[in-house]
């Protein structure tokens, strides 16, 4: 089954600066990762997702990478804003097949104006 | 199209009672999941139903069981309530499968005395 491995549990980034969050996985065959954002006391929202087949994707200022030979995604926020102080999750399917997700233990991202 | 909601939102219960939380899904979406949310171990995923039949099962033990009716609506069951099981209760629909995206609901927080 899926191992998923995020880091940093917390960071702490200058309005403006940009923030990094790294996850690894262990199922080479795993071909779908989302991420997600819960802002205090809210729900989790999905922010941006890549499948397998592509290597990075865009969304305004957030961006994914995906480096399946090292078994690796990463979310980019760029100039970031105090709105984006939230904790993120990322995720990977449990096994091949129609399995559940597994979530990293999320990033607290806060944003200091 | 209205959110995915849950109910009750807020519920205290003392250590051996059981409980059982409601998630209706959006419309259309035939796949619920549910999660276990607590500070120390994130995200924790408990089971799935689609079309009224779990189609995963996630690490917990038999006091834990769910349900989904025919209008995609789920509910899940906890009995013999323990503290440990004081924690945010999320559900998630989607269209189908896993790697459609995943719409979570507000949760119920269950606080065990």
């Known amino acids: 089954g899926e191992n998923v491995e995020q880091h940093p549990s917390t960071l702490s980034v200058q309005e403006g600066d940009s923030a990094v969050i790294k996850c690894t996985y262990s199922?080479?065959?795993?071909?779908?990762f989302p991420w997600y954002k819960q802002e205090l006391g809210k729900r989790p929202q999905l922010i941006i997702d890549?499948?397998?087949?592509?290597g990075e994707k865009k969304d305004q200022r957030i961006a994914v990478t995906l480096n399946k030979t090292a078994k690796h995604f990463s979310l980019h926020i760029t100039e970031t804003q105090p709105e984006d102080s939230a904790v993120y999750f990322c995720a990977a399917p449990r096994d091949s097949g129609n399995t559940p997700l597994v979530f990293g233990k999320g990033t607290r991202l806060s944003v200091i104006a | 199209k209205a959110g995915v909601t849950q109910t009750p939102r807020y519920l205290i219960k003392t250590r051996g009672q059981q409980v059982t939380l409601s998630c209706s899904p959006i419309?259309?979406?035939?796949?619920v999941s549910w999660y276990q949310q607590t500070p120390g171990q994130g995200l924790q995923f408990l089971f799935e139903y689609f079309s009224e039949t779990q189609r995963n099962k996630g690490n917990f033990p038999g006091r834990f069981s769910g349900r989904q009716f025919s209008n995609s609506r789920s509910e899940m069951n906890v009995s013999t309530l323990e503290l440990g099981d004081s924690a945010l209760y999320l559900c998630?629909?989607?269209?189908?499968?896993?790697?459609?995206?995943?719409?979570f609901g507000p949760g119920t927080r269950l606080t065990v005395l």
């Open positions: 419309s259309g979406h035939r796949s």
């Open positions: 890549i499948r397998s087949n592509v």
């Open positions: 199922d080479s065959a795993s071909n779908y």
């Open positions: 998630a629909s989607s269209i189908q499968t896993s790697t459609d995206t995943q719409y």
